[in-house]
């Protein structure tokens, strides 16, 4: 079976996988989603047949669904809430029953005989920038109780880019926090509950920095918080997208923004970050730890 057992207490993913540092003990993904053995002896993986209606539980993402149907390059999933998201068929990027393995389309013939009607695959043809199918002439849905938290108006933004259209058909609002230090007392304003819970994403959520030790605060049930390892949500998007070859190293003790701008030759923050927003498509021009956690909070919010 597919793993879905809540962690014990506070527990941190290792820095290679979506870190996430998890305060609630209803999350539905519990510990480590990307690792894999080190080493570099090739790892290959069962290769599974996917048929429609096959629960699969997508590694990278964390999203869990059945197999709708199949695409040129893709692989459609529909989760519990009746979203849908188009994944790449690449090795070992699905668990099915606990094991990592690699989905197949089906053979032409079989394919063929349960292939979905045209309405449906014209339906199916556009996408959102997250990844889900696009639901045409959709009203955004009246906003939940519950919430998502960023932390400044720059991970609001790249949010709204990327999960905006499947926020509004959710009825999900983000909003920002402008610094982590207020979070116990937004949290404690908020008063999460059941139909009312609150997730939080996180920059730097790493053992051992003020991020986790402001996060360790809070404790309860209907709260969820994940992160990325990254200094700030710049460093999420990759590097090739925005046209460079690497985020530069800044000195410590040096505001990162600032000394990013400065090693790139750019005249400030608001203009860099003109770039680089502009440069983002979809998920694919993001880090897998970014999604990763945007994805977990999403499910977790609209969950019930």
């Not at 809430?81 to 099915?96: C, D, N, W, Y």
């Not at 530069?248 to 040096?254: D, E």
Request: charged content about 20%; proline content about 8%.
């Amino acid at each position: 079976m597919i793993p879905s057992g809540p962690p014990r207490g506070h527990q941190f993913l290792p820095s290679w996988s979506v870190v996430s540092l998890v305060v609630s003990r209803r999350d539905p993904y519990g510990g480590d989603i990307l690792a894999q053995p080190f080493g570099h002896r090739a790892i290959t993986y069962p290769e599974v047949t996917g048929t429609r209606g096959l629960r699969v539980w997508h590694k990278a993402s964390g999203f869990r669904g059945v197999v709708a149907h199949f695409e040129r390059d893709g692989v459609a999933v529909r989760g519990d809430t009746g979203m849908e998201r188009i994944f790449r068929l690449t090795p070992g990027a699905f668990v099915i029953e606990g094991r990592a393995v690699t989905l197949m389309p089906p053979s032409p013939a079989s394919a063929a005989a349960s292939a979905p009607s045209a309405s449906a695959v014209t339906a199916a043809s556009a996408v959102t920038a997250s990844g889900s199918t696009a639901v045409p002439a959709q009203r955004a849905r009246v906003a939940r109780g519950s919430r998502i938290l960023v932390e400044g108006i720059h991970d609001a933004e790249l949010v709204e880019r990327v999960w905006g259209d499947d926020l509004r058909v959710e009825g999900v609002v983000v909003e920002r926090l402008d610094g982590l230090d207020g979070l116990v007392a937004m949290v404690a304003q908020f008063a999460p509950g059941p139909g009312r819970r609150l997730g939080v994403l996180v920059d730097h959520l790493l053992p051992g920095t003020k991020e986790a030790r402001l996060v360790a605060q809070v404790d309860n049930d209907h709260v969820l918080v994940t992160g990325t390892p990254f200094i700030d949500v710049w460093e999420a998007v990759a590097p090739s997208v925005v046209g460079i070859p690497a985020w530069p190293k800044v000195p410590h003790g040096t505001d990162w923004k600032t000394g990013v701008c400065r090693q790139l030759g750019v005249a400030d923050p608001p203009t860099m970050w003109r770039r680089i927003l502009g440069s983002v498509r979809s998920y694919a021009d993001l880090a897998p730890e970014l999604v990763g956690a945007v994805e977990r909070l999403i499910d977790f919010v609209t969950e019930g």
